[in-house]
């Protein structure tokens, strides 16, 4: 059986792919390959859905090229084998866990992304939705089975999910350090994520997929990451909608900060700055993660809530900071979903304690403010410092103030809708979690249908989980193909704050959190 699709949508200078997608039967399996703009590759079909898994979309970091932007892949004869997961990016090896006993591999060659598509042939070009991984731009993978995405595409979309470099090797801006011997480029992990978005434009028809309708979900460091690629000029043309669930705050700064933090992190390998990239180039990953481990560590005590994992702005690559580039009208004028969880912070308390939720902390964190700042959002949690007063100011702070911020900025010059998450199973309530932050994705992909969902639901939460997770699924599935969100959801404006709220009775609301939107007001966090 052969299944023709169109081709149309090769650029000038571009190979053409071969729009040629072929099943067969090998030992008992099926197996589905396609042809792309680099060669032959073959995946798997199951459950109704093709999958190829573990594509190149760029030549591999390694070597020389450590530290410097991607290039594309290269081609390969004869056909690339796509049926397992690839290598994680290099990361603590506790979060690389894929099920019982079985952990991902890691490696620097990890630029590579995933394929799912309807097994069923569509009428026409189907919406492609682009799914960009969370985990503090530390750690994380493609592979992590809640973003299988097949769910997904079985109702009718094409669903990409990709790798990018992390941590040290990716998402700190070492440029500052960079010598004419060991030259480093800036925002490594936004250029891969360009890079995997090209690939998509020149090959996703293959698969059924419409390169001119591109939506970019992310969800934590991965929806800071779909908010920065609004604002990265490279970008433009690449994606047409962009969904960013509970976009962290403090994970951007300016380049001058990020030199501060790379003379830093050379110190921990051992090195002066002067000999900083040539450290750099020689460490070993598990090096760079150690060093990296002491910097947050210096930051916790030093500024609470000031990663040095993020994009830098101020740079060719990321010219302004993504929400003033969003302010000012020079962002990407694309529609946008953004929105955070009731209760980002309790993952936070009891698993990652990495946030300022205790009194010392968030002192630390308001003492450059002025004193009328600082009383104006502690007042704004009743009980401060109460423990459950400094967990809401915590999570606000990291998600909240970012969902706020982007909602304020982007609405101004492009249709902006906003959403707060609420619902949790009685299981999540009884464990303490609630509605934390990435429960939403429970929804998002579909989880409570599988028998994991079912452990969740296990106190007769099932038909409620369902359908909060089938009005996620409808409200998302419409933004990809039409730009809107479906009926009875207005986008956001400075002068009605139109929220929709997802629980067991959705709702729109209109500023809820607004005693605390404006406590933090022009607040800032200054490194220093």
């Given at each position: ?7 149309r ?117 189907l ?79 293959v ?15 991965g929806a ?26 403090g994970m951007?700064r ?12 050379v ?7 002067q ?36 994009p ?35 993952l ?58 982007i ?5 101004r ?76 959801w ?29 406590a933090?007001?022009?607040?800032t966090?200054?490194?220093?």
């Amino acid at each position: 059986m052969v299944a023709r699709l169109a081709g149309r949508h090769a650029h000038p200078g571009q190979a053409r792919p071969r729009a040629t997608i072929r099943y067969r039967q090998k030992m008992h399996e099926r197996t589905v390959r396609a042809t792309i703009s680099t060669g032959t590759i073959e995946g798997f079909t199951r459950d109704r859905v093709h999958r190829w898994r573990a594509i190149p979309y760029a030549q591999p970091p390694v070597g020389r090229r450590r530290f410097r932007a991607p290039l594309p892949a290269e081609p390969w004869r004869g056909v690339r084998y796509c049926h397992s997961v690839g290598n994680c990016a290099p990361q603590d090896p506790k979060y690389t866990l894929l099920g019982v006993g079985k952990r991902q591999q890691m490696s620097e060659d990890c630029l590579t992304l995933n394929v799912v598509a309807p097994e069923k042939p569509a009428d026409g070009p189907l919406p492609v939705m682009f799914f960009i991984h969370g985990g503090g731009y530390a750690f994380g993978s493609s592979a992590t089975p809640i973003y299988d995405g097949a769910a997904m595409a079985r109702r009718g979309c094409v669903y990409v999910s990709v790798n990018y470099r992390l941590g040290p090797l990716g998402c700190m801006d070492f440029s500052s350090l960079s010598t004419p011997e060991n030259p480093i480029d800036s925002n490594l992990f936004l250029r891969d994520l360009v890079m995997a978005l090209r690939w998509v434009r020149d090959n996703i028809a293959v698969f059924g997929g419409d390169p001119d309708n591109v939506t970019i979900f992310g969800e934590s460091a991965g929806a800071h990451a779909v908010a920065t690629l609004l604002a990265v000029p490279q970008a433009k043309g690449l994606f047409h909608q962009a969904i960013s669930q509970s976009p962290a705050s403090g994970m951007v700064r300016s380049h001058e900060a990020a030199a501060v933090f790379a003379e830093h992190f050379v110190e921990f390998l051992g090195a002066r700055p002067q000999d900083g990239a040539a450290a750099l180039m020689a460490a070993r990953p598990a090096e760079l993660g150690d060093a990296l481990e002491h910097l947050i560590r210096r930051g916790m005590t030093h500024m609470p809530g000031a990663f040095p994992v993020g994009p830098s702005y101020g740079t060719d690559y990321l010219p302004v900071e993504p929400v003033a580039a969003m302010a000012e009208g020079s962002a990407h004028r694309v529609p946008l979903i953004v929105g955070n969880n009731l209760e980002e912070g309790r993952l936070f308390s009891r698993f990652l304690p990495l946030l300022p939720m205790s009194e010392p902390m968030i002192e630390t964190l308001l003492a450059d403010s002025d004193a009328e700042r600082r009383d104006r959002i502690t007042a704004a949690y009743p009980g401060y410092p109460s423990s459950s007063a400094c967990m809401q100011l915590g999570g606000d702070f990291a998600f909240g103030t970012a969902t706020w911020q982007i909602s304020e900025a982007h609405s101004r010059h492009a249709p902006t809708y906003v959403y707060r998450y609420d619902y949790a199973p009685r299981t999540l309530k009884w464990t303490g979690l609630g509605a934390t932050h990435a429960t939403e994705l429970l929804a998002v992909f579909d989880t409570y249908r599988t028998r994991f969902g079912a452990l969740l639901t296990a106190a007769a939460d099932r038909r409620s989980a369902i359908k909060v997770s089938a009005d996620v699924q409808r409200r998302w599935r419409a933004f990809s193909r039409t730009g809107t969100p479906g009926d009875a959801w207005a986008p956001y404006s400075a002068d009605q704050r139109v929220v929709r709220v997802f629980d067991r009775k959705p709702r729109i609301e209109h500023d809820p959190d607004a005693h605390r939107r404006q406590a933090w007001e022009g607040f800032t966090l200054s490194a220093r």
